[in-house]
């Protein structure tokens, strides 16, 4: 998230696939949040594990706490949920379809289709006189 907060120009995150812990984190960094179609966005506490002394687990506890705050938080501020909700939420794994994640501010929108211009059959329903997409080739087994 640190490097995102100091990029002076607007920032938009694409989520695709399964997105959960601090790379939720780092989608809630960014200005502009979308989500392909079959994303599942999972609000969720990181999982760590320590090993060492008692003074270094007790230091890295409290480093990953401070991590986890401002996770929350930020998590927080740009869906407008209280930072005690977002908790709940996180310990429960709670799952989100992209509806869901828009509904509850994670993102913004849905990524959709759009024609591209020089490129006929891509992003769009194929046309009469569009070829098939494919390979060119004949479909037999080659011999």
Do not use: W
């Amino acid at each position: 998230m640190g490097i995102l907060d100091v990029v002076r120009g607007p920032v938009s995150g694409h989520a695709g696939g399964r997105i959960e812990g601090p790379a939720l984190g780092i989608l809630a960094a960014c200005r502009h949040r979308k989500a392909y179609p079959n994303t599942l966005l999972v609000l969720s506490e990181p999982q760590v594990s320590f090993d060492g002394t008692v003074t270094a687990l007790a230091s890295r506890e409290e480093q990953a706490r401070a991590m986890l705050d401002e996770l929350f938080g930020r998590i927080a501020e740009v869906t407008g949920r209280d930072v005690a909700q977002v908790r709940a939420d996180a310990r429960r794994d709670k799952p989100f379809n992209v509806a869901e994640a828009i509904a509850y501010g994670l993102v913004e929108s849905q990524v959709t289709a759009r024609a591209l211009p020089g490129l006929p059959g891509l992003a769009r329903a194929p046309r009469q006189g569009d070829d098939d997409g494919g390979d060119g080739g004949t479909g037999a087994a080659d011999e």
